[in-house]
Structures are given as C-alpha cells and as structure tokens.
DNA sequence: GGGGCTATGTAACACGTGTTAGTTTCTTGC
DNA sequence: GCAAGAAACTAACACGTGTTACATAGCCCC
C-alpha cells in the first residue's frame, strides 16, 4: 500500500505519457489511440489510481450531491421518523436525478457554521428560523437553497405545510365532539423560545388551535400545554404527569404522532381506556399510526411529498431553471379509532 | 447578486491586498495588522464572499465527512427502520468528532461507480459480498474503510452480529416450545441469489436455523421458506398466502422484525390469534418492538452500537491510528408475548 | 509534390484554497 | 547610529483534476 495515493501525474510518469493523455483516458477514449490507452489504464490499474472526486468536483464546478442542513445533532435527527419519511421524499429524486445526499448538522451548535464545510451544490434547510441570520448568509453567498418548516419569506423558495389549518380541524373536531378538558403535547420550542417566541410550523399550529378555541368561543385557558422533545418515552412521561395532576384532560391533542403514541403507552399503563375515557389524537399521519392499536386519529401531511418537492425545487435552482417557487401542502384530518365523545 | 462566486482573488483585489493576506485573515488572525484585518473582512462581507469548501478540502486532505456505501437506492433504504438505526449509532460518533455524514446510493445500480464521485474521508460499507470486486477496489485505492453486514474478510475491518447464533436460539426456541411446522420469513436476498447463494447475515441466519433444526434430528423440509422485500405490507402479503395453502404453520419465524409486524397484521386480520393459535418471532428488536401488540418475541441485536463501533473504526482509520481490527457483536433472545406452546 | 485534413499527443490554463519561504518595513536594544 | 530582531505582507508552491489551444506527424487527393 503506497503511503500517498496514486495521482494522474504518477500514472503518466509510469505509462510514459503526459498528464492530458491520462484525463483523456479516463474521460474521452476518442481522444487517444487504443494502443496508448490500453497502456496507462494498465499503468493506473497497477498504481491503483482512481481520479479523486475533490479535484473533480473542484473542476466541474458541481459536486452532484445535496446538503441537508438540520437544526438538530445526528443521533437525534435519525431518530425520528418525521425526518427519516422526509429525507426518503429527498431521496427519491436524489435516486432519480443521480444525486447524493449530505446529512450536515450543526456545527459547535450553529447551523451557520456548517455551511461552508459542506462540499454540495445546494441546500434543503429544514426547520430554520427564517430571521436568524443563516438565511440572509445563504443568499448572499449565492448558493442554492429551500427553505422547509420554516416561516415563508419572499426572495427564498419554500415548501410549506398548512399546519395551522390541520392543527384547528384536529382542535375544532374535538371540540365539536364535545370536549372541554384539552391537554396539548407539543414539542420543545427549544431553549430561545421564550424570549423570541414560537416560530414555524410550532406557532403556526398553536395559532391553528387557538383559531378553533376562539370559534367555540374559549380561550387558551381551556387547554394546558406540555412540551416536551419529541420522543415516545417523553410522551408517555408527559402525560403521567398530565393524569396525575388536577382535573385530568378528556382529550390529549398531540402536535407529533410520536407524543401520540407515548400519551396512548402511558394511559394503557394507568388502565383508562383509549377512546372511551380519553381521547388522543396526532399529527403527521406517519405510516406506523395505521397500525397502532387503537388506530390513531391524526392529521396528515403529506411528508413524503414535501421531501421530494423540496428536492425537486432545489435542483431546478441549482439548473438555474426556475426561482422561488413556493408551495404550501394541504393537510387532511385521518379520523380512526382514537377519538370519541367525552364520557 | 453576482454570476459567479466571489473568490479569495476578488476580495484580496477590492481590499487592494494579497490574495494570502485575504487567508490569513480568515485563519491565522494574528499574522496580520488588526487594521487590514478589518479592511478584508468588509471587502469580503460586501461581495459576500465564504471560502470554497472544496478548494478548502482539497488543500487540507480531508473532507470532514464519512461516506455510507448502501446497498441500495435511498428511497429504500430510508423506508427501513434498520438502517435508521444503523445510521444513528454512527452519527453519534460523527456528531462528536465533528463529522458529516454522506449517503452513497449505487450509480447506475453499482455500488463501484459511486465510489470515486464522494468526497469523503472514508467508507462504512453496507452489505456487500466481499468478493465482488468493491472491496479490492477499495482496499487498492487506499481508502479507509469498514465493512458491515458482510462476510468477514481478512485485511478490512469490520463489524459483525452473531447473526447465526441468534436465528439458531430462535429457532430452538420455537422447536423447544413443540413447534414443528416452522414459516421462515425470510428478506429478498436480491437477483443473483440464484447464481450466487446466499450471502452475509442472511446466509449466517439461514445456517442457524439449519443448526437448530439438526440439533432436534429434523432437516429443511419441515420449514417452509418465503422470502420478500424488507416492507410491512410484503410480509403481510407473504403471511396471508403462507396461512392459505396446505397445512398453515404454527409459527412464522421472521428475520426481520418489520416482516414480524406485518405477520401479525396478516393474522390479525384472519382473526388467528397470536401467540394462542400461531406463534410470531422477529429479529432485530427495533424499538417499536416492545411497544407492539403483542409484544414481539425476536433476537435482539445491537444495531445503534454497530453503527457507532463502526464510525469509531472508521475514523481510527482515517486517523491511521489502528488496523483492520474486527469485532462480532453479540445477539440475546428476548422473549415477550407473541410466542408459546403450539395448541 | 504540395495544400488541406485528421489523428495523436502536449503545454498551459482554470478551478479555489492553505501555507512556506522570502522580502520589506518598523521597532528595539546597546 | 546601527545591528538584530520582530512584524506585516507577498510571491510562489501544492493540492488534483478537466479542457482549450497549440504542435507534430501522417494521410488523402488533386
């Protein structure tokens, strides 16, 4: 094994050839004769030479592959299937279009930094506050980008969800089914929520809620929120703590089918029967929830589709084709076997 | 906004320096007067300059990612819970040691080409047969790399599951409780199989059955054998046709705990109790394992740990600090509620 | 036999950066 | 006042590739 990878210039030096006949080799066969061409792959088979991807990429000016910039560590992205369903919308295009894809979390805890240490032609930026900065440096560096869950703003290609109108359907038809007792499981805002206030699609569903309050003529002091990250075992122990204290809710309305299901493990545990003596509901529609016993009622939004919109966006900005196309999802109430009158 | 990106030139020409002044006052601050300092990091913030993270990569040597050679195109990859896990064991690591993550789909359906268009520091590979040629290219070119889910092999590290002792527990399990009319739901082992034989884990698995079988004087014949894309639905669809021709099975031993799942819906919906009327077991124990009703008996392996302790050999390598070192990673039965004595 | 064309190969440039060796200027100590 | 040294800055190289412009040789045809 040689100690320094084998470049173009050793190969050339070994078939007796120049550097150019070597590129030519490898890229346009035409270009050379057979017989010297047989020769320097036999040279570079020996050396073990492969062109390296940088000095190519460096070269071509495109890197055929995407960045994913996520707001949150690695271990804790993956775990959650919101994003494993949306980096699979991603990566159907990213398979059809012969892309690859390059999952870049934040760097020292900011987004910002990760970005020029990313080799790739364009980002997808998931869940950014549009205002912070990290935008603003995107487009003055002139590097293609979608913005995903985040605020829409003018100037910059999204893909949004209506998430405020599928967080009042879900809210006004639990209402309308007669509950007045709600506990809302949402999911931790993250440490500057308090001094910057909620933001995306958090805020668009609180809002969304609020909406179908006010149309009931209540207010927020109807409902009591819990937030919390978003996994199963912080559900559950949410709502423990829910049903332990006060008045417990009727309806547990979760903004993440994943709080849903933890809500659902914890109310089993305290034997109260799941619809008839409390309702849950989700959001997200991910494809567990069909399965889950008893059937989730949830919202859906179509998370597949986003990622691969977003996607699709992406590459047509980076084609120069196409610019700041946005596009808002609907979302669908998926009413199961979760949900029923109040007792 | 400008065509093309500002350089390093362009910014050393507007602050009326040289182009390694402009680098020093990105990375080396204190060899330079603080005055011109500033003067370039305005001149770069007006033309909005970053340096180039390939011209950065390329001189450093390194890319600060890891590349993940899969097996298959991402859309199917990312569907399956496995590799979710899998991915989050390594990016732990990669979250740590400040590393990126790639996702390296086949080109043009060949694991090979993809290889030289990443830009990365190293490979884990995916569940490839060790003697098609990937490996030996790998190793020839002299990038690091880690083998997973294959054979072991000599000369590349690599990290292993005692795939085989774990299907053979299951298996005597399952024969211990009486069973003798054993369903193997077994995943797609792809299109060369036929050729080629059986491969990696899903050989090792299919091996230990073989032994648990031997092991109380019976041969494959007693077991019935489908095999199918690791889905849900697929296994399934596999369960209701197992159950409708000949002598059903009193147990469906699944190698993979989604396919487990989708038994169990099969069974569901035939209203075949499970375990009273047939028994199910998994292997993997994914975590929506114990959350599944009924809980799901299956082999446990260690997915998130492989996922790590490959990243963690991975980037030793890249370091050059160790060599080719293997591990085999222990499997444990863990018996739950789908699994009992044959009626 | 010479002009025009094709085949083959090469030198030079471009991509964008970090860093080493070297030059100039300014400060310091005696 | 001058040698020694530090500070500030620059020219040149290295990283590894693809490609354009150019040189040389060989061939065909009139």
Redesign the interface.
């Known amino acids: ?2 100690s320094r ?1 084998a470049t173009s210039s050793d190969v050339a030096a070994a078939a007796g050839v120049s550097r150019s006949a070597v590129s030519f080799a490898f890229n346009n066969p035409h270009r050379i004769s057979a017989a010297t061409r047989e020769r320097i792959l036999a040279a570079a088979e020996e050396l ?4 390296s ?6 070269q071509a000016g495109t ?3 995407i960045g994913v910039l996520l707001p949150q ?3 804790r ?3 959650n ?1 919101y994003y ?2 949306f ?2 919308g991603a ?2 295009v ?2 059809q279009e ?1 892309y ?6 934040p ?1 020292q805890d900011s987004v910002l930094k ?6 790739v032609d364009g980002f997808i930026v998931c869940g950014l506050e549009t205002d912070r900065g990290e935008v603003a ?1 995107l ?4 590097i293609p980008f979608v913005l995903i869950d985040s605020d829409r703003m003018p100037g910059a290609p999204s893909v949004e969800v209506d998430d405020r109108g599928g967080a009042r359907e879900v809210a006004r038809y639990l209402l309308d089914l007669g509950h007045r007792r709600l506990a809302v499981l949402s999911m931790d805002p993250g440490a500057e929520a308090p001094v910057r206030g909620y933001r995306g699609p958090l805020a668009r569903r609180l809002a969304g809620i609020a909406d179908a309050l006010a149309e009931v003529g209540l207010s927020w002091d109807a409902v009591r929120l819990a937030e919390v990250p978003v996994t ?1 075992t912080e559900g559950y122990r949410a709502t423990r703590e829910l049903m332990a204290s006060g008045e417990p809710p009727t309806a547990v309305l979760a903004l993440s089918d994943i709080l849903a ?1 933890g809500a659902v ?1 914890a109310l089993q545990e305290l034997a109260i029967d799941v619809p008839s003596e409390v309702s849950v509901t989700g959001f997200d529609d991910l ?2 929830s069909a ?1 889950f ?1 008893p059937r989730l009622t949830t919202v859906r939004q179509p998370i597949v589709s986003k990622g691969r919109i977003a996607a699709d966006f992406l590459i047509s900005a980076i084609r120069g084709e196409d610019q700041h196309p946005h596009q808002t999802l609907g979302t669908s109430l998926i009413v199961r076997e979760s949900t029923t009158k109040p007792a």
């Open positions: 094994m040689p990878r073990g030479y492969t062109p991807p940088l000095g190519r990429m460096l890197t055929n592959s560590r690695l271990a992205i993956l775990e299937p494993s369903r980096l699979m990566g159907q990213c398979d012969g690859t894809l390059l999952l870049s979390p760097l990760a970005i020029p240490y990313a080799a440096e487009s003055r560096r002139g199963r299901y493990d494809s567990e399965w016993r």
